[in-house]
């Protein structure tokens, strides 16, 4: 009897100490993957591979998570024509709220914010986290920055404290070559 009580220990040991080696990580290499827009329409991500990537990863019950983060990333001003495309993408799998219901909110914030071009995606069936590891990314803002050849700069599953979000501008700034202008607050 002991020893199966200690094969099963060892074995959910073991079990364990894998699924935490999974999780997407800083220098893992990712590949592009086709999920859905806000019309449920296929789309691959866009910008990937062209681009460094900023990807808001959001579950639509949390959407004012980061905001400090958002609010230093607006005040950088990135001009457009630059290597840079920053994105959301919302968790559908993970909300109680209908998808039509949420995808019908996100074309609302297309078309109100329609100058800005917004680029709002989706993913009803965890396509993305289960692609690339994401872990536990339920009631998150997950932020992803990824560079031009799928290499991941950043990963936080969780809301941002100050300094990470300082942390996560310092190395949007180094990698666009744009000048920090940013108001400590």
Same mark, same amino acid.
């Given at each position: ?28 290499k ?16 866009p910008?990937f ?6 990807i ?9 998570k980061?905001?400090?983060? +958002?609010?230093?990333?607006? /005040?950088?001003? @990135?001009p457009?024509?630059?290597?840079f495309?920053?994105? $959301? !993408? ?5 909300t ?18 329609k ?31 990824i560079?031009?050849?799928g290499? +991941?700069?950043?990963?936080q /599953?969780?809301? @941002? ?8 501008i $310092? !190395? ?14």
């Amino acid at each position: 009897m002991r020893n199966v009580i200690l094969i099963l220990i060892l074995t959910l040991s073991a079990q364990l100490t894998f699924a935490q080696d999974t999780t997407l990580k800083v220098g893992d290499k990712v590949e592009n993957v086709e999920i859905r827009d806000s019309k449920n329409k296929p789309v691959v991500l866009p910008s990937f591979g062209e681009k460094n990537l900023l990807i808001f990863y959001a579950d639509p019950d949390k959407p004012d998570k980061n905001k400090y983060f +958002i609010d230093q990333l607006e /005040a950088l001003k @990135l001009p457009k024509d630059i290597d840079f495309f920053c994105f $959301g !993408i919302v968790n559908l799998k993970d909300t109680a709220l209908p998808n039509g219901l949420v995808r019908w909110a996100v074309r609302i914030k297309e078309r109100a914010y329609k100058e800005q071009k917004p680029t709002i995606l989706t993913d009803p069936k965890h396509i993305l986290k289960k692609a690339w590891n994401l872990g536990d990314v339920n009631n998150c803002m997950t932020m992803i920055l990824i560079d031009k050849s799928g290499e +991941i700069l950043y990963y936080q /599953a969780e809301e @941002l404290n100050r300094e990470q979000s300082d942390h996560l501008i $310092g !190395i949007i700034t180094e990698i666009t070559g744009h000048e920090q202008r940013i108001a400590k607050k």
